[in-house]
Nanobody, 123 residues
Framework: VQLQAFGGGLVQPGGSLRLSCAAS????????IGWFRQAPGKEREWVSC????????DYVDSVKGRFTISGDNAKKTVYLQMNSLKPEDTAVYYC?????????????????WGQGTQVTVSS
């Protein structure tokens, strides 16, 4: 089982990025996929998740209306579209998979993790 997150980079405030989380070794339909982020000097925080079986999504309040999570089960890929980016969105972003259904928010609820991808929002 592997997850690979990519798509990070440097973007100006107000800009957009799309992160991708590519899964291999398991059937995505049976998992919930979450995105977390960790800013320098801060604890890792949950950002968003999607239940791959039914497409239901959830977001932390600070990104609601700006970020959109979506999935393509055929491609085994989950996306995080990030718009109207702010400097406080700067962090290493991680994707993770939780075996089962629902919309988990806690790190302990996730079984597999990908490596991080750096997002830097700066002018």
């Amino acid at each position: 089982v592997q997850l690979q997150a990519f798509g990070g980079g440097l973007v100006q405030p107000g800009g957009s990025l799309r992160l991708s989380c590519a899964a291999s070794g398991f059937i995505l339909d049976y998992y919930s996929i979450g995105w977390f982020r960790q800013a320098p000097g801060k604890e890792r925080e949950w950002v968003s998740c999607i239940s791959s079986s039914d497409g239901i999504t959830d977001y932390v309040d600070s990104v609601k209306g700006r970020f959109t999570i979506s999935g393509d089960n055929a491609k085994k890929t989950v996306y995080l579209q990030m718009n109207s980016l702010k400097p406080e969105d700067t962090a290493v972003y991680y994707c993770a998979a939780s075996d089962g259904y629902g919309l988990p928010r806690l790190e302990d609820e996730y079984d597999y993790w990908g490596q991080g991808t750096q997002v830097t929002v700066s002018s």
